[in-house]
C-alpha cells in the first residue's frame, strides 16, 4: 500500500512555472517508479514523466519539464517551467511496485494521488 498525495497545483500565467510535489507515505518508493499523468476536460489521461533511476518525459513536455525525487523525504517533485495554456489539466502521481521497464500505461500503476490542478492562463 502507498498513500499519495500531489501538492503545488495553481493559476500561472503563460511562460510561468510550478513545481508540484508528490508525497508518499505508508512504504518507501525510492526503488519504484513514480508517474506523473494529466488530464484535461474532455481528453484521455495522458503520460507526462515518471521516474525510477533517471528520467523520461513526453515529447510535449520534454526540455520544459523536469522530474526528480528526493528520497529521504519520499517525496517526487515535477518542475514545470515555459508553461502554455495546453499544459491545463489536473495532474497525478502514481506508484508501480512492480519494477523493471518504466511503461507509459497509466494501467500499470497501482497507487495515485487525488490529483492536484494546474491551469495556465494565455
Known amino acids: 500500500q502507498v498513500q499519495l498525495v500531489e501538492s503545488g497545483g495553481g493559476l500561472v500565467q503563460a511562460g510561468g512555472s510550478l513545481r508540484l510535489s508528490c508525497a508518499a507515505s505508508?512504504?518507501?518508493?525510492?526503488?519504484?517508479?513514480v508517474g506523473w499523468f494529466r488530464q484535461a476536460l474532455g481528453k484521455e489521461r495522458e503520460f507526462v514523466a515518471a521516474?525510477?533511476?533517471?528520467?523520461y518525459y513526453a515529447d510535449s513536455v520534454r526540455g520544459r519539464f523536469t522530474i526528480s525525487r528526493d528520497d529521504a523525504k519520499n517525496t517526487v517533485y515535477l518542475q514545470m517551467n515555459s508553461l502554455k495554456s495546453e499544459d491545463t489539466a489536473v495532474y497525478y502521481c502514481?506508484?508501480?511496485?512492480?519494477?523493471?521497464?518504466?511503461?507509459?500505461?497509466?494501467?500499470?500503476?497501482?497507487?495515485w494521488g487525488q490529483g492536484t490542478q494546474v491551469t495556465v492562463s494565455s
Open positions: 521516474i525510477r533511476w533517471t528520467g
Open positions: 502514481a506508484v508501480d511496485l512492480n519494477g523493471g521497464s518504466i511503461t507509459r500505461s497509466a494501467s500499470r500503476y497501482e497507487y
Open positions: 505508508a512504504r518507501k518508493i525510492s526503488s519504484d517508479t
